[in-house]
């Protein structure tokens, strides 16, 4: 299995940007579909991203939609989250995650490998 470890995360006004990075080692990067979710307190790990193997593909949750963009590096093992007009409603643990066979799903289930996690807290 691959082992993601995130980066990137801090604290920002609404508004502002981020932009989170998910360096991969142990395997074979371009095997893996990516995605990224998150946890707020006291919720459920949600999805957040999902890119294709090749990163040809892409999908969302509908209320990153035109905010957000995933997008990966085969050369260089890692996957990029920006995050743009952040809300305080997008405070949370972002977390990367790796899958050998189930690529553009939003079930945590699907993915098999995932990293440390790296807190994005929006103020307001």
């Known amino acids: 299995q691959v082992q993601p470890v995130e980066s990137g995360g801090g604290v920002v006004q609404a508004g502002g940007s981020l932009r989170l990075s998910c360096a991969v080692s142990g395997g074979t990067f371009s095997s893996y579909g990516m995605a990224w979710f998150r946890q707020a307190p006291g919720k459920e790990r949600e999805f957040v991203a999902a890119?294709?193997?090749?990163?040809?593909?892409?999908s969302y949750l509908d209320s990153v939609k035109g905010r957000f963009t995933i997008s990966r590096d085969n050369a260089k093992n890692t996957v990029y989250l920006q995050m743009n007009s952040l809300k305080p409603e997008d405070t949370a643990v972002y977390y990367c995650a790796a899958t050998r066979f189930y690529s553009m799903n939003a079930r945590t289930s699907s993915y098999d490998s995932w990293g440390q996690g790296t807190q994005v807290t929006v103020s307001a």
């Open positions: 890119i294709s193997r090749g990163g040809d593909r892409t």
